[in-house]
């Protein structure tokens, strides 16, 4: 089975919270208090359970720590928060915000949410080519010379697009590569030894005979990212992914 379309949106799939999860500060001495919500662990949407936390527990005493979650033991949609000195997201952990303890009896300061995160818009693409593929082993017994059952297994969901809007931090997004700009549309995208590609969504829509189809891939990696830099044309990446089930086991969803 293959499905095309001539454009569609590419949503980034970055850690971090998405409701709830306020930060404030629980009146008695460096308790911090952080409210149910869901946050984004891996492309999963994971559902948290509010916690009070002793930041001052945590060494050293006094200082910035980030408020973090994480997937719990054995689960892929449940999280559990806590705090640390050290920066988490290099553990692919999310975080949820920043706070400061100061000497004052433990005072906590700068009680910080960060940004939403979840599914972000990062860039536009065209030429969006899915194919669905299975391995068979096909049944035959005794002298039957066409098979009588049919076994699927190893099903793939991969595909192909062009980015049609390209910029350094929509690539880096994607080869979960470093993107230093200062803020401006300008900058240096760096990959490193040890960068891994990021998960990343794909939303696809057309209108055929009047009926409009969104197409939406959940969760998907780039295996392979093609810049073709020649004189005539511009650079337009060439990417080719694999679709994945989701926290939900979603790999893909047609809207009709």
Not at 128 to 136: G, R, T
Not at 191 to 219: C, E
Not at 220 to 245: G, H, K, V, W
């Amino acid at each position: 089975m293959s499905i095309s379309f001539g454009v569609s949106t590419l949503l980034g799939l970055a850690n971090g919270w998405e409701t709830g999860c306020a930060i404030t500060s629980g009146g008695v001495g460096s308790t911090a208090v952080i409210a149910a919500g869901y946050v984004w662990i891996g492309g999963a949407k994971c559902v948290v359970t509010g916690r009070d936390l002793n930041i001052s527990a945590i060494s050293p005493a006094f200082g910035w720590k980030y408020i973090f979650a994480r997937l719990a033991a054995g689960q892929s949609s449940t999280a559990t928060l806590d705090a640390t000195s050290a920066d988490p997201r290099p553990n692919g952990w999310a975080v949820i915000g920043y706070v400061k303890t100061t000497a004052a009896a433990g005072k906590l300061t700068g009680l910080t949410t960060s940004g939403t995160t979840g599914r972000i818009p990062f860039g536009r693409a065209m030429n969006c080519n899915i194919n669905l593929s299975y391995d068979q082993a096909v049944a035959r017994g005794g002298t039957l010379i066409f098979g009588n059952d049919m076994k699927l297994y190893n099903g793939a969901c991969e595909g192909t697009l062009e980015y049609a809007s390209i910029t350094g931090a929509n690539i880096s997004r994607i080869l979960g590569a470093d993107w230093a700009s200062a803020g401006s549309v300008s900058g240096t995208l760096t990959l490193t030894s040890t960068h891994t590609p990021l998960p990343f969504a794909i939303q696809a829509q057309a209108i055929t005979n009047g009926v409009t189809s969104t197409v939406t891939l959940h969760k998907c990696y780039s295996n392979q990212i093609t810049l073709n830099m020649d004189r005539e044309n511009y650079t337009i990446p060439s990417i080719s992914f694999q679709a994945l089930a989701d926290s939900e086991g979603d790999v893909l969803s047609w809207n009709i």
